[in-house]
């Protein structure tokens, strides 16, 4: 039976976030206007609600002060488990305790996350509207999760490296320490205007203080200055990379009548078919601070209601920290987060062609585009989901690496590239300049090592502006292909196209054909074996003697038909014959080296799965890389002049480079992209292609993804400008 309070009433008719708080055993809703500031002595109830075409999908959080009751975490929890029911079960519950929110929580907050002295059990629990008598002061944390903590107002607990907010009433004060930067500054101002127009309805002011010019009106109150401590630099949560990949799957179950969990998997990537329905599954990833409990839509109904329980208790038995991260996940209701840790995760309602589905996270709000390549001069979002800075009719430029530098190749050689070899590609068009660096999987370390060297080299001789693209063998981009016009690319297994340096072919080969987007193509010599086959491409067999066989997969497009016929063509194949899938003849199987089991499932390769775009901040400076992800629905502000972020698309990943980053991040940012593919959990391709952004220079495919995108930002001091819109004095 599913218990009622009034209150469910209005919880998830509408998307959007509501917010209740814990009072005397009951939950009471608090005033959108204050959704972002918890009573560090309360317990509160938080629920997001997306609607998707006729559907709706909920995050369901109950937080925790480090100062809440017992009976009122306790009651918190009944709550959750009640409005879990009363919503079908569907939503993903999340238990978050101060200080160590989830990120899909602090998603909802852009404007921060302010930590008030006080809560119901201690008398002092409500906000007082326009009181011009507050003497308060919160200290301020964090770059992309911002943290405003309610302190003693008091000179001992400042610093200098943090900025500060002086809460007079009348007049509220934004302390800035000597050693704080811009950006904290602009965070701070941010949260100083909420409390000026949430909190005073607009009657307060805002003022700017430097340290060390403090107004009278602040030292009548603090008293004078005292030498202050320079601070730390301990930000945000942060995730260590080396802790991504560690993960364990556990079966939770009561059939003794207690629950006990049973090791299921020790090393992910897990598969997706051990999480069976009838069961529910502890996801262990309590080195990165994180636990998931998955709970089948069969499973024993008091295991799927004692699943928040029995995360804490697992949590006690393996001895991690008692502010780990906790998220409760129907069956069907998978957190892209949760699913990295799969191998091959595929939807339900998993999308046909080239259509991406994506599902209840932050990015529900990108609508899947149609590719035209007609449009994508105009559409950044277009360019960014396909990949696609414009339809490839700019300038192209190729050349060979070699140990003498680079050496150009003849225009009429274009678009045919060898696995010995390595290339460099530069693309000009309107917006800018691409450098493809394309490396063979047969080709040298000297080579690769130089192939890196002459990109950097061609790039600043370019005045230090272009995009650079390391591309390897097998993993090239639509724009790439699209570069050679009607001809598809042409990758040949082996060998070099340098003079006198190619040896014989083998007298059999085998070329696989695939479309990628609309008519552009790409053709790949494979290894000559029935295994190499696939239902869904067209094949060029070149036998012994120069015959052609072009064999048609059930799937096989007629662009990857032609395909076939043009390689064919480029082979100078004589006699070609075209068979059908089926149809093939002994001979056939004899050139192959015998019939063997190849690529004939019926769901097409062309299916996409559903890999929601992410971005982080990265930083060396502990001489670890650490990572941490931005949460919510990005936008310009996310970019901060001394950082590198990394964007993954999934089908490849963006280095952002700020102006204002340092050298060791500048020039150690290849090698953390190269780290965060490795360490991803669900066992992603090593040859996923790196993007390298300079501030200023970013091309459609980077932009597309993010949310009114102003080209002329750059050229102006953004932060001035923001701090000014805010009325900040």
């Not at 990265?618 to 964007?647: H, Y």
Request: contains cysteine; charged residues 25%.
């Amino acid at each position: 039976m599913v218990l009622y309070h009034k209150e469910f009433e209005q919880a998830g008719k509408a998307a959007g976030v509501q917010v209740w708080r814990v009072e005397k055993m009951e939950i009471v809703p608090v005033p959108s206007a204050l959704h972002g500031s918890f009573f560090v002595g309360d317990a509160y109830l938080v629920l997001r609600t997306v609607k998707q075409k006729d559907a709706y999908f909920y995050d369901l959080h109950f937080w925790l002060g480090n100062e809440c009751t017992q009976d009122e975490s306790t009651a918190a929890a009944i709550f959750t488990i009640q409005m879990d029911d009363y919503l079908g079960g569907k939503p993903v519950q999340y238990r978050e305790l101060q200080g160590h929110e989830s990120t899909t929580f602090t998603s909802y907050f852009r404007g921060g996350i302010t930590y008030k002295a006080g809560g119901v059990a201690s008398g002092f629990h409500h906000v007082v509207t326009n009181d011009l008598t507050a003497q308060r002061l919160f200290h301020i944390k964090g770059r992309r999760v911002v943290r405003a903590t309610q302190v003693p107002l008091d000179w001992a607990n400042f610093n200098k490296g943090d900025c500060f907010i002086i809460d007079l009433g009348a007049v509220i004060y934004q302390w800035c320490g000597s050693s704080c930067n811009k950006f904290e500054r602009l965070k701070a101002a941010q949260v100083a205007a909420g409390i000026r127009d949430n909190e005073r309805n607009g009657r307060a002011r805002l003022v700017v203080v430097e340290e060390g010019s403090e107004p009278a009106e602040v030292t009548k109150v603090l008293g004078k200055k005292p030498d202050l401590s320079e601070g730390d630099d301990n930000d945000d949560i942060v995730a260590d990379i080396s802790n991504r990949k560690m993960a364990k799957l556990y079966m939770v179950s009561d059939a003794s009548g207690e629950m006990k969990v049973s090791l299921v998997s020790e090393e992910n990537p897990f598969s997706q078919s051990a999480l069976l329905s009838d069961e529910c599954f502890i996801l262990d990833h309590g080195k990165s601070g994180r636990i998931f409990v998955w709970k089948g839509r069969n499973a024993n109904p008091s295991e799927r209601k004692a699943a928040m329980k029995t995360a804490e208790g697992f949590i006690k038995q393996m001895g991690y920290p008692g502010n780990t991260q906790i998220q409760v996940l129907p069956e069907g209701g998978e957190t892209p987060i949760f699913r990295q840790f799969f191998q091959g995760w595929r939807e339900r309602d998993q999308s046909e062609g080239l259509g991406r589905v994506f599902v209840t996270e932050r990015i529900a709000r990108i609508k899947q585009v149609p590719f035209d390549a007609s449009k994508l001069h105009d559409s950044q979002q277009m360019a960014a989901q396909y990949n696609m800075v414009d339809d490839g009719s700019g300038d192209t430029q190729i050349w060979r690496v070699e140990s003498s530098g680079r050496v150009a190749i003849k225009p009429e050689e274009y678009g045919q590239f060898y696995g010995g070899d390595c290339y460099i590609i530069l693309y000009t068009y309107k917006r800018g300049q691409i450098i493809y660096t394309w490396q063979g999987s047969s080709s040298t370390r000297d080579e690769l090592t130089a192939s890196a060297f002459l990109t950097v080299q061609l790039d600043r001789s370019l005045g230090g502006n272009a995009v650079q693209v390391r591309v390897t063998q097998g993993k090239e981009p639509a724009h790439l292909l699209s570069l050679f016009k009607e001809r598809p690319l042409v990758i040949y297994r082996n060998g070099t196209s340098r003079q006198g340096g190619q040896s014989a072919p083998p007298p059999t080969r085998l070329f696989q054909v695939r479309r990628n987007l609309a008519s552009i193509t790409r053709i790949a010599e494979v290894e000559a074996r029935g295994r190499s086959l696939n239902s869904n491409d067209a094949y060029l067999l070149r036998m012994q003697g120069g015959r052609g066989v072009v064999w048609g997969g059930r799937g096989a497009s007629q662009e990857e038909q032609r395909g076939a016929q043009y390689i064919s063509q480029l082979l100078k194949c004589s006699n070609v014959t075209h068979i059908k899938e089926g149809q093939e003849t002994g001979e056939f199987w004899s050139a192959l080296g015998g019939k063997e089991e190849y690529q004939s499932s019926e769901q097409l390769e062309s299916q996409t799965l559903s890999h929601p775009p992410r971005l982080f901040a990265c930083s060396n400076k502990t001489g670890r890389f650490v990572i941490e992800e931005v949460p919510g629905e990005w936008s310009q502000d996310d970019l901060a002049e001394d950082d590198v972020m990394l964007l993954d698309v999934w089908d490849q990943v963006f280095i952002w480079i700020g102006q204002d980053a340092n050298e060791v991040e500048r020039t150690e940012s290849l090698k953390s992209a190269k780290a965060y593919i490795e360490s991803d959990p669900s066992g992603r391709d090593k040859g996923t292609p790196t993007v390298t952004v300079k501030q200023g220079h970013e091309p459609p495919t980077f932009t597309g993804w993010f949310l009114a995108w102003d080209a002329a930002r750059w050229s102006s001091d953004y932060v001035a400008r923001a701090m000014s819109s805010l009325k900040v004095k």
